[in-house]
């Protein structure tokens, strides 16, 4: 039986994603070819009508792996790492995880009126693989693995992982794009500034990078916040390392469209980089990660704010934290993925 993909016809020689041979010779027997799409249109997903969605090897998605396709808009990586956590382990499983439930996932998005993967190439980079007994070593390759990914993509979408591959990314962005704006979706600060001494952690991320100057301290946020704090200082230097906070309580008292024009005003027109733990959702919304809060974002919150900045410049994103020991029924997975999804949607072109 040959091995080509039916929808991924420029791929025939290591087509990855529809477990070909489990194709029935009808479905195999319907592809069009290569005929079917202009050359230089993108290769999309594997097509669910032809060949179940439950069928084959997950890429998010089920796009083309990157080595499936001449170069790429936007890459989706994973980043299996969560050697700097400080509570639950298990974020290394998150990429795997997501990928699975991002089969669900339909090429036309009607909240933002766009095929996010017609009219550019998203394509699945597979996994960074890093170390995960030496944080030094791994935050050195991840930017290396960013930087790397840069040259045959022009923008990563990157599935963690705990949060500690946040600086390592900014890092990647800023020697591409100079400092930019983080939008910070967390329940969590993550400025914090060691623990038990070790300055690169999962709550560290965004202190150092505003220590690295990474990002531009006029119009940075973190969206979402909330819970205890280790005292009042915190919020101090959250303040003076150059972030300005929508909590989750002001999305209650005012509103997600007021918070949306916060946001909008704080970023301006500045590079915009995105950053989503997934635990800004309420854990009954994303119970599958490491440090839970109670009094979260809805997942619809979440994914109306992301629709809201399509016309900004995104020239980069991550979405961390997914742990799937901890998630029910796909439920946590479900939501990163759309929230995944909804980002590849928000940098898509228009028109
Ligand atoms: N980045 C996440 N998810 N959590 C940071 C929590 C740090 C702490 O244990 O205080
Ligand atoms: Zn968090
Ligand atoms: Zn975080």
């Known amino acids: 039986m040959h091995t080509s993909n039916p929808e991924h016809p420029d791929a025939a020689a290591s087509a990855p994603t529809a477990s070909p041979a489990a194709a029935p010779a009808s479905v195999t027997a319907a592809t069009s070819g290569p005929a079917a799409a202009p050359a230089s249109a993108p290769v999309g997903p594997v097509d669910a009508s032809r060949v179940p969605r439950f069928a084959g090897i997950a890429t998010f998605a089920r796009l083309p792996r990157l080595e499936d396709v001449p170069r790429a808009d936007i890459a989706v990586v994973g980043v299996p790492f969560d050697s700097g956590v400080s509570y639950r382990p298990g974020a290394r ?57 840069g040259d045959r993509a022009d923008r990563l979408v990157v599935i963690g992982g705990d949060h500690t591959i946040a600086l390592p990314l900014l890092r990647a962005v800023h020697a591409k794009h100079g400092p930019v704006a983080v939008l910070h979706f967390d329940a969590h600060l993550d400025t914090w500034d060691t623990y038990f001494g070790a300055p690169v952690t999962h709550g560290t991320p965004f202190r150092r990078a505003s220590e690295e100057g990474l990002i531009d301290l006029t119009a940075s946020m973190h969206v979402g916040t909330r819970g205890p704090l280790y005292g009042v200082e915190d919020l101090a230097d959250d303040a003076r390392l150059g972030f ?5 309580e002001d999305i209650e008292e005012h509103g997600v469209a007021a918070v949306i024009e916060r946001i909008r005003a704080r970023i301006g027109d500045a590079p915009l980089y995105i950053s989503i733990d997934i635990d800004v959702l309420d854990p009954a919304h994303a119970p599958g990660t490491g440090t839970p809060e109670a009094g979260g974002l809805t997942s619809r919150e979440l994914l109306r704010i992301l629709r809201a900045l399509a016309d900004k410049r995104i020239v980069g994103a991550d979405v961390v934290e997914v742990a799937p020991a901890y998630d029910h029924a796909q439920l946590t997975a479900v939501a990163a993925s759309h929230v995944a999804y909804e980002l590849i949607s928000a940098m898509a072109p228009r028109g």
């Open 93 to 149: 499983f998150g990429p795997a995880h997501v990928r699975e439930a991002s089969r669900l996932l339909r090429p036309y998005n009607p909240a933002q009126d766009v095929s996010p993967f017609a009219t550019q190439q998203v394509a699945d980079a597979g996994d960074l693989a890093v170390n995960p007994f030496d944080i030094d070593e791994a935050v050195a390759d991840v930017e290396a693995g960013a930087r790397a990914l």
């Open 244 to 248: 300005a906070i929508a909590t989750s």
